[in-house]
DNA sequence: AGCGGGGTTGAGCAATTGCTCAACTTTCGC
DNA sequence: GCGAAAGTTGAGCAATTGCTCAACCCCGCT
């Protein structure tokens, strides 16, 4: 009843899904719970019996999310004998995918990094192993230290793809495009593969004799 | 009394400067007129006296930021016959340097930028003089079309350097920095410049014969 | 048939919210 | 020194908030 419900097409996972709309819809301080168990076409009680407080419950929407963002970026990284440059294109597109896919998610992170000190260890939680799957992937090319760490690139890199979810909307219809089309997508997926080659140009000439 | 209040030391001043730093510690929902009011010094009514609503009172805070960056930015574009290069990463350092200088600022960009669509006109006003001046220093290098145009840069850049400031106090403690201090800032200002020449050397190889 | 427990319900409580209002004080032109 | 305007105050209203609780329903078990 508490922690993990059950999520197999129950009250839970209404629930569940219902709250992970609303915080789209209205940003984290909108949804009420008895918004939640409106939608989800619940009693209000029931929110606070499955989860056990509403703070639980936005935890676990974040995590579902989560869990999904580091399954596809591992999915991705495939082997290690394939060539780097291929290999972090298709993470990129695995990146994007899954944005394109939840275009939700980035935007409930932002608002809960912005809410506070008091979410930054649950997000923390979330961000390590993404954090420690890159430096793995870059260990390469990277040096372990300085300004083009692993970690300053994972930064960069995440910030170039989030960036276009969360400012997209409001920047293009400043331009007449529609930032939702796939038309826009590919063109923004376009961006971050030359982005990726250009600094991995960088890279491979900081430091022409790799290890 | 509304619209745009005095802002020479009465009591309007102390209203927004209060609402300023509680915007940052407890986030856009957790903060209240009477919290603002108290923090200020100042009766509650107050508030809606000099601002006509909270949303006002938000939107103006927002305001005093934006005036500030797009007039640093301004004050950094420098001349037209300086090598592009130099220029960029002037630029580049003033936008870092208001953004350490006026940490709430990002983090509270970030939390009304998740806070659902409303307010996403508001934010569009002040981006876009920002975009358009994006546009004028990158006619150079960047053709007007395509996944290599200005505005493309623009979100890249902007997301790099932001990114930072929103991710950076989640991630440093993971790699055991202090985000805050000024040898991470230096770190990643050095970063920032790199990624600048690194996206600046892709595109004169992309386009070697310049206009 | 009876029992027990997970699931569900409506009502409600205490606290907080944005905002208003009538009354009071201060400021200032005249 | 008068009167109007600007500024300030405490009280309070209507609405919403997260959350609790006692009662109920429904199911399997014995």
């Not at 991705?76 to 290999?87: I, K, M, N, Q, S």
């Not at 890199?157 to 989030?162: N, Y």
């Not at 491979?204 to 790799?210: F, I, L, S, V």
């Amino acid at each position: 009843m508490d922690g993990r419900p059950d999520l197999r097409n129950d009250t839970a996972r209404k629930i569940l899904d219902a709250a992970d709309e609303l915080l789209a819809e209205v940003g984290l301080d909108g949804v009420s719970a008895r918004s939640v168990a409106t939608r989800a076409g619940v009693n209000n009680a029931l929110v606070f019996y499955h989860f056990k407080s509403m703070r639980g419950l936005v935890e676990r929407v974040l995590e579902r999310y989560y869990e999904g963002q580091l399954a596809a970026l591992e999915a991705a990284t495939g082997a290690a004998d394939e060539p780097l440059r291929a290999r972090l294109h298709r993470v990129v597109d695995a990146y994007l995918d899954f944005m394109e896919a939840h275009r939700r998610f980035p935007r409930l992170v932002q608002g809960l990094t912005a809410m506070g000190p008091e979410l930054h260890d649950l997000l923390r939680g979330h961000l390590a192993p993404l954090l420690r799957w890159a430096e793995r992937a870059l260990a390469d090319v990277a040096p372990p230290e300085g300004p083009l760490a692993a970690r300053h690139l994972f930064i960069t890199f995440s910030g170039v793809i989030t960036t276009w979810f969360t400012q997209g909307p409001l920047l293009a219809p400043l331009w007449g495009d529609d930032p939702e089309g796939p038309a826009a997508l590919a063109e923004r997926r376009a961006h971050v593969r030359w982005v990726v080659d250009a600094l991995l140009a960088g890279l491979a000439r900081e430091e022409p004799a790799g290890t």
